[in-house]
């Protein structure tokens, strides 16, 4: 129902920065949470920020705390992961997921919260 469209992965060396924006289309958003989940080779998909439908309540990772932020612009129908200070761990493909919600305060950081899911962004850290 809903369409999810990741962008702005790349490579990049350690210490760099990268902005990626997940653009969402379909139907109107309203209450509508979103989140940004990334997963490396061989390994599972995790959870990396989350962010309510007012913008008011974020949710990150320990791993990605102090350099990475999540915003959203509800004009544009378009959530992004500022991501500084890059690291060769952070190395994965980049997904964005999104669900309704009942309130605009609400966020969710666990895989099965999110019935929509974008084809993903690779992001490369070089060291």
């Known amino acids: 129902q809903v369409h999810l469209v990741e962008s702005g992965g790349g490579l990049v060396q350690a210490g760099g920065s990268l902005r990626l924006s997940c653009a969402a289309s379909g139907r109107t958003f309203s209450g509508y949470a979103m989140g940004w989940f990334r997963q490396a080779p061989g390994k599972e998909r995790e959870f990396v920020a989350a962010?309510?439908?007012?913008?008011?309540?974020?949710y990150l990772s320990d791993s990605v705390k102090g350099r990475f932020t999540i915003s959203r612009d509800n004009t544009k129908n378009t959530m992004y992961l500022q991501m500084n200070s890059l690291k060769p761990e952070d190395t994965a493909v980049y997904y964005c997921?999104?669900?309704?919600?009942?309130?605009?305060?609400?966020?969710?950081?666990?895989?099965?919260?999110?019935?929509?899911w974008g084809q993903g962004t690779q992001v490369t850290v070089s060291s």
């Open positions: 997921a999104g669900r309704f919600a009942d309130t605009g305060g609400s966020y969710f950081f666990l895989e099965y919260d999110y019935p929509d």
């Open positions: 962010i309510s439908w007012s913008g008011g309540k974020i």
